[in-house]
T-cell receptor, first 113, second 113 residues
Framework: AQKVTQAQTEISVVEKEDVTLDCVYETRDTTYYLFWYKQPPSGELVFLIRRNSFDEQNEISGRYSWNFQKSTSSFNFTITASQVVDSAVYFC??????????FGAGTRLTVKP | DSGVTQTPKHLITATGQRVTLRCSPRSGDLSVYWYQQSLDQGLQFLIQYYNGEERAKGNILERFSAQQFPDLHSELNLSSLELGDSALYFC????????????FGPGTRLLVL
């Protein structure tokens, strides 16, 4: 069975603080893909990153960075110098080749000015 | 804007009724996915179509059905609606089969009274 756990239900930070959103996954497969999506208050789901299980390199995109560690089955997401516009619910997701994408429960991030 | 369109944006109906949600994938995408987002169940995968054929099924109720037409748009039919079917229904599309990145539409918010 595959499962994604986002233990942090809600996080609140003040603008310019760094924040890390945790994601822990379970799967028996050796080939799988991990994703992060952002759901702003407007409701749509915005794709942020896709990572396959064979690529453990960390990735940085502007203020966003991702740390993938297979040893701990984690795929954590860090926002550096957070901004009010980063306020949203963030979802981590896992998919194998069967197209059944499993989402975590989401972490609601509030960035206060 | 992901390029995936969904209509209608909002739908209010009564228990026992039937509704149809429509989705147009991004240009060039052959796979369409349907998801349900509710407060108690989170984001759940319902069903996937690829080039007109059903390819994967998730937690889709028997009262729900979907299809993908030759022009690749998809419809999700929800019948004998219950109060618990109130949710945000997302459509997503991807280029191909497998664990490709799924791009989500804005969603249809269904309220069953």
């Amino acid at each position: 069975a595959q499962k994604v756990t986002q233990a942090q239900t809600e996080i609140s930070v003040v603008e310019k603080e760094d924040v890390t959103l945790d994601c822990v996954y379970e799967t028996r497969d050796t080939t799988y893909y991990l994703f992060w999506y952002k759901q702003p208050p407007s409701g749509e789901l915005v794709f942020l990153i896709r990572r396959n299980s064979f690529d453990e390199q960390n990735e940085i995109s502007g203020r966003y960075s991702w740390n993938f560690q297979k040893s701990t089955s984690s795929f954590n997401f860090t926002i550096t110098a957070s901004q009010v516009v980063d306020s949203a619910v963030y979802f981590c997701a896992l998919i194998r080749d069967n197209n059944d994408m499993r989402f975590g429960a989401g972490t609601r991030l509030t960035v206060k000015p | 804007d992901s390029g995936v369109t969904q209509t209608p944006k909002h739908l209010i109906t009564a228990t026992g009724q039937r509704v149809t949600l429509r989705c147009s994938p991004r240009s060039g995408d052959l796979s369409v996915y349907w998801y349900q987002q509710s407060l108690d169940q989170g984001l759940q995968f319902l069903i996937q179509y690829y080039n007109g054929e059903e390819r994967a099924k998730g937690n889709i109720l028997e009262r729900f059905s979907a299809q993908q037409f030759p022009d690749l748009h998809s419809e999700l039919n929800l019948s004998s609606l219950e109060l618990g079917d109130s949710a945000l229904y997302f459509c997503a599309s991807s280029v191909d089969l497998g664990a490709e990145t799924q791009y989500f539409g804005p969603g249809t918010r269904l309220l069953v009274l």
